[in-house]
Nanobody
Framework: QVQLVESGGGLVQAGGSLRLSCATS????????MGWFRQAPGKEREFVAAIDWSGGNTGYADSVKGRFTISRDNAKNTAYLQMNSLKPEDTAVYFC????????????????WGPGTQVTVSS
């Protein structure tokens, strides 16, 4: 099992940047793919980015390509989401997740979740 908790959310102006962190605990962090998802009020939870267990492979939603970067530091048991050029439509609760494959984009296919952190982008 792995436990996750996000941090780094907050209020930022459009065009600004934030870096989210996902601290994990558990015996087998290195064996998990890590993902970031987001959910705005009244909307379905959607895939943002994912990274494989080694950090060598990543995937991104089209809406964030070129702006967001996912990374991980296995020595620190932590995953990150660097968010640049933020837009108001990026406003959502951001969740990190652990799963079996970075290729999976459906939230239903990811097993462990953090409680989420709010990101608000003002215009």
């Amino acid at each position: 099992q792995v436990q996750l908790v996000e941090s780094g959310g907050g209020l930022v102006q459009a065009g600004g940047s934030l870096r989210l962190s996902c601290a994990t605990s558990g015996r087998t962090f290195n064996s998990y793919a890590m993902g970031w998802f987001r959910q705005a009020p009244g909307k379905e939870r959607e895939f943002v980015a994912a990274i494989d267990w080694s950090g060598g492979n990543t995937g991104y939603a089209d809406s964030v390509k070129g702006r967001f970067t996912i990374s991980r530091d296995n020595a620190k048991n932590t995953a990150y989401l660097q968010m640049n050029s933020l837009k108001p439509e990026d406003t959502a609760v951001y969740f990190c997740a652990a799963g079996k494959s970075y290729r999976l984009t459906s939230p239903r296919l990811w097993g462990s979740w953090g409680p989420g952190t709010q990101v608000t982008v003002s215009s």
